[in-house]
């Protein structure tokens, strides 16, 4: 971590080395093809209408990742144990809709935004702490929705994109949800491999979101999806890390894709590698957050850690404290990984618990 005066950066290395990578911009990254697809769509529904901007500066202002938004100021996701802060009015942000009111502002009432977010999150197959994300928004002129209302056009939209992205076979669902800048909000839920997986929040944008926009009285509607999260579906790619990977099996698969192609490639997984896993137990510092927990182990063990799963919690009523073990699943996406060099990640690990995070091993 950097220090600056007082203040300590929480951005990791790890991380830090990936604000630049912009899978969505890489040639033949199924992340730029999946961004594609969802772009042809829009060109196709409403052409010129939605000018895209792909390569916003992803440090923003706490106003514009937060407060324009009505995040309240006691809300969890402005803590520094989930949002990775450059200094104290800084964040990387946390998802596009950072940059709803300036492009609003700036005139533009019709956009589409695509670029890396960060978040300090749980491990498993379909979260990474960065992860990128397609924005959309609409602002309607006055009447320009005759009988329909924006609720109904936001769904009307993106049912249709989401069968031309994926074409009619897959199953989704509409799931109620809450975001403090759309009433009313849902998610949009898409089965894969036999589970429902979410991949877009949405709603009607608030007025007073408007309000900040220099749009009083008007109305729209705005999406925000993760592409990782689409491309996973529309390929059938089953881990978040492979995106990541340097392995050529993996891009040689994508070499040539047309985004508008009616039918794409499925990816084929190179073999399954075995996973192998480790418990960990300690008593928790009186300061504690599991997202600390979660960064140190990306930091150690990187792309290795496949999942992290708390599976006990003990609280010992005498002493007051609190214990937990969580159990970790290394698995390589490219080749059977080592005793040895698991043990030694592990014990790093475990070390790490104790001189960083100030948790008792038991
Ligand atoms: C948002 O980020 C809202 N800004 C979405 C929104 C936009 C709502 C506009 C209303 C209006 P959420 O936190 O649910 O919502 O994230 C949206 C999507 O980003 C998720 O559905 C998921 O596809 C993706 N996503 C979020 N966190 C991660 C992560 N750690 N790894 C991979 N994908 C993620
Ligand atoms: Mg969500």
């Given amino acids: 971590m950097f220090q600056t005066g007082k203040f300590v950066s929480n951005i990791t290395p790890q991380v830090a080395s990936k604000i630049g990578a912009n899978l969505h911009l890489v040639k033949g990254h199924p992340i730029r093809i999946v961004k594609e697809r969802v772009y042809n769509f829009f060109k196709k529904y409403q052409p010129g209408r939605f000018p895209v901007f792909d390569e916003l500066n992803p440090y923003v202002s706490v106003k514009d990742n937060f407060d324009d938004l009505l995040i309240p100021q006691d809300h969890p996701s402005r803590r520094m144990a989930d949002t990775y802060y450059a200094d104290t009015s800084t964040v990387l942000r946390t998802h596009t809709s950072a940059h709803q009111t300036t492009l609003l502002r700036s005139g533009c009432d019709s956009f589409l935004v695509s670029g890396p977010c960060f978040r300090r999150d749980s491990i498993d197959g379909s979260h990474y702490p960065v992860f990128h994300q397609m924005e959309g928004v609409r602002v309607f002129d006055e009447d320009a929705l005759g009988e329909q ?32 800048f759309t009433d009313p909000s849902w998610e949009l839920e898409v089965k894969f491999n036999g589970e429902w997986m979410e991949v877009l929040g949405c709603g009607v944008i608030q007025p007073r979101v408007l309000e900040n926009s220099r749009l009083p009285g008007r ?135 104790q001189d960083k995070l100030g948790g008792v091993l038991r």
């Fill in 149 to 180: 209302t924006v609720a109904e056009h936001l769904q009307e939209t993106l049912t249709a994109m989401t069968k031309h992205v994926f074409g009619t076979e897959v199953e989704t669902r509409w799931v109620d949800e809450y975001f403090p």
């Fill in 219 to 353: 109305s729209g509607w705005a999406f925000g999806q993760g592409l990782e999260r689409l491309a996973m579906i529309l390929f059938g790619i089953p881990d978040i890390r492979l995106f990541w990977s340097a392995d050529e099996r993996f891009f040689k698969q994508f070499v040539g894709v047309d985004p508008s192609a009616e039918r794409l490639p499925r990816f084929i997984p190179f073999s399954a590698f075995p996973p192998t896993s480790r418990d960990v137990s300690f008593w928790l510092p009186a300061q504690y957050n599991a997202h600390d927990l979660y960064d140190l182990i990306r930091a150690l063990g990187g792309d290795l850690v496949e999942d992290v799963k708390e599976i006990d919690h003990f609280d010992d009523t005498r002493s007051g404290r609190t214990a937990k073990c969580y159990r970790l699943v290394y698995r390589s996406m490219e080749r059977t990984l080592e005793t040895e060099e698991v043990n030694h990640i592990q014990n790093a690990i475990r070390v790490a618990i």
